[in-house]
């Protein structure tokens, strides 16, 4: 059974940081590329960041220079490093698993970026 299980998220002033995680069970971890979304209540889910299994990264222009995303094909875990949070940066954060036809999709973890 396939198992994405996103973590790190929380409440954050804004100019903070924040690390999430997400950890993969019941895949080929290396065989597999990686994105972060962000869905704000009445908006469209958003890709955010991409990791393939080359290591190449991708980001939105709205992130740029202030996330970065990695990836430990050893602990099956991807990151998402965000600093210098934005209030507009307040959303679910979903990881997604893609290889081939296959995709998955973990429950999501809040960020709040709020005084």
């Known amino acids: 059974q396939v198992q994405l299980v996103e973590s790190g998220g929380g409440l954050v002033q804004p100019g903070g940081s924040l690390k999430l995680s997400c950890a993969a069970s019941?895949?080929?971890?290396?065989?597999?590329?990686f994105r972060w979304y962000r869905q704000a209540p009445g908006n469209q889910r958003e890709l955010v960041a991409s990791i393939t299994r080359g290591f190449e990264t991708n980001y939105a222009d709205s992130v740029k220079g202030r996330f970065a995303i990695s990836r430990d094909n050893a602990k099956n875990t991807v990151y998402l490093r965000m600093s210098t949070l934005k209030p507009e940066d307040t959303a679910n954060y979903y990881c997604?698993?893609?290889?081939?036809?296959?995709?998955?999709w973990g429950q999501g973890t809040q960020v709040t970026v709020s005084s």
């Open positions: 997604n698993a893609r290889f081939l036809a296959a995709s998955y």
């Open positions: 019941g895949i080929t971890f290396n065989n597999y590329a």
